[in-house]
């Protein structure tokens, strides 16, 4: 949890500064669309990275602009022109909608049925902080954690590992887990490592430019002083699981007993920030960059160890394609 507080406090501290002398906008259509079209232009963290030529967008934009359009069109415009972005953490807010891109997992299989993971757990599954638990016949641990937003604490940890210790092995589903909180990815991974790991690098815009960044600072995940898990581990990833739950999945893949398993991760590797226009409208947008160990991008995603996509014949009988896989690795 310390690394994440000091990531945020330099943060903010450099992206308060950057604020210093910035232009004022008008609050007109104009006004608004230049506002933000400089917020991603000095803030955003991957224009270069995703090859984006963000002068061009600004022209095919601001075409679309009259002095006398509506909120409800202005809307469109500047959300159409994020999308351009092609980034979950990338959201306009008004007081009527969200303006979002959700075209980084659209396009890709499902990999998961909610009615066959509540079958797995049964109706007297536990549930300790986000996290629903149980054990399956074949003594195999299994752990639903649905959103890193939900808190989980060492004391549930305790409970669920302790609960656990005659399994074999533990599976961690964090399918379809959009994220949240990183304090609790960490909390949750260093129940699975007995030493100090390295497992990426963080680094924050210093300036106006598209690479104007500092030098890339380490992130470590530290062992829990609790109780920690010894042997076998798989977690269970598809394509919706973003973000914190990125961070998570990037974490737990350099561990030794672990193994991941399913569709690539969604991806989200940029720390959000939020920034006003002159009309009260927020933008959220990824401001630093997170990589993995070895310095590599992983803000498209992940790929599993072993990748694994749901079958219709199992969907069709109950069966979950990849928690069976899961089950086969920990038994082997």
């Known amino acids: 949890m310390k690394r994440h507080i000091k990531y945020l406090i330099l943060l903010t501290v450099v992206l308060f500064s950057s604020c210093i002398g910035e232009e004022e906008y008008d609050n007109s259509p104009q006004g608004n669309f230049d506002a933000l079209w400089t917020i ?37 415009v500047l959300g159409d022109m994020l999308d351009e972005l092609k ?20 396009d890709y299989p499902r990999n998961f ?22 054990i399956l016949d074949d003594n195999v641990g299994y752990i639903y954690y649905e959103s890193f937003s939900n808190p989980i604490g060492n004391g549930n940890l305790n409970e669920i590992l302790q609960y656990m210790a005659i399994c074999d092995g533990i599976i961690i589903d964090v399918r379809n887990n959009g994220g949240g909180n990183l304090s609790n990815s960490s909390t949750l991974a260093s129940r699975f490592t007995n030493e100090k790991v390295l497992t ?12 104007d960044f500092s030098d890339p600072e380490p992130i470590y995940l530290e062992p ?27 974490s737990m893949r350099y561990l030794p007993l672990v193994t991941t398993v399913g569709d690539q991760t969604g991806g989200g590797s940029g720390m959000p920030f939020s920034s006003e226009l002159p009309n009260g409208w927020s933008v959220r947008y990824s401001a630093s960059p997170h990589f993995d160990a070895e310095m590599n991008q992983i803000e498209f995603g ?22 069976e896989t899961a089950r086969k690795l920990i038994k082997n």
């Open 113 to 134: 049925n909610e009615a066959i993971v509540e079958k797995y757990l049964g109706t007297d599954y536990r549930i300790a902080g986000g996290a629903k638990y149980t």
């Open 40 to 76: 991603i232009d000095e803030k955003y963290c991957f224009l270069d990275y995703k090859g984006i030529n963000w002068d061009s967008i600004y022209t095919v934009y601001q075409k679309k602009l009259t002095p006398t359009m509506s909120d409800e069109n202005l809307f469109e």
């Open 200 to 211: 990426g690098y963080i680094r924050h815009k210093t300036g106006k430019g598209h690479s």
């Open 224 to 250: 829990s002083k609790q109780i920690r898990w010894q042997k076998k581990v798989v977690v269970l990833t598809n394509r919706h699981a973003y973000s914190a739950t990125n961070d998570f999945v990037n």
């Open 302 to 323: 992940i790929d599993p160890d072993v990748t694994v996509n749901m079958e219709k014949n199992d969907e069709d009988k109950g069966i979950d394609t990849i928690i």
């Open 87 to 106: 980034d979950g953490h990338v959201n306009l807010y008004s007081s009527s909608d969200v303006a979002r891109y959700w075209n980084w997992y659209e």
